[in-house]
């Protein structure tokens, strides 16, 4: 009964953030689904700092194969497969420079932890299968290197998923953002993919509110949480070490 999980959960969170490899780590985070409201409340109370983010989805019709509407000249759309994967990193790591969503992809904003998470979106199917044909590039005449991209994977056979969508900073307010999803539905459409999902950080009203204008819809949402790390604290004198790290397990 749903009344009854937290004297399953709670335990077991307790349990976790007390293991020994989580007291040997330096943060904690997690990315969860809330099937019941009380999951926020014991996150909140072993002193997790949470956000929303909005899943999305939108049906998709053979009016989505016409493709992204005209760009300006000075704006190219490339497959991402023909992109160095170095410079997608880079621009990663400037579109989301000082936004407090980066911390779900790259939690110190370091370049090689957006390595590793471009890495994982393009490898494994973790939050689906990689669209080579779906997943774009938009250069800009003049810049070195995209300015902005969007990355779709494949959820099931009539589910395709918007996994990693960016603009860079100098480039927005030309519809970039835009132009990548309708050329990203357009190929899910013609491989046989009936919806299109998405996650979005709900702080970051300028997208979910371009999402809403392209015919997305709210369905559910998760949440995000981190821990900062702990202050140290010796251990127990008998043990034999001066003191513990820092906390953290990955989600």
Known sequence: PSQRRHEVRDPLLERILQSSEARLARGFSCFLFPSSSSLQSALERQRFDLSRHLYMTRPLSDADIAGPDSLAGEFRLRPLV????????????????????ARTFAPDARLEQWAHYVGQL?????????????????????????????????????????????????CR?????????QAACGVARASGHERMTLLVAESNEGAWTLYERMGFTRTH????????PLSRRPLAAHDGRAEIGQQSVAR
Do not use: C, K, N, W
């Open 122 to 170: 393009f490898a494994t199917p973790a939050i689906g299968r990689y669209l080579p044909e779906g997943s774009f590039a938009l250069e800009r005449r003049g810049s070195a290197g995209p300015v902005a991209a969007v990355i779709a994977t494949s959820l099931s056979g009539d589910t395709a998923h918007i996994a990693q969508i960016v603009v860079d900073p100098t």
């Open 82 to 101: 023909q992109i160095d994967p170095v410079d997608v990193v880079r621009l990663m790591a400037r579109a989301y420079a000082g936004r407090p969503e």
């Open 173 to 181: 307010r030309f519809g970039l953002g835009r132009a990548l999803l």
């Open 221 to 228: 949402h998760f949440l995000y949480g981190s821990r900062p």
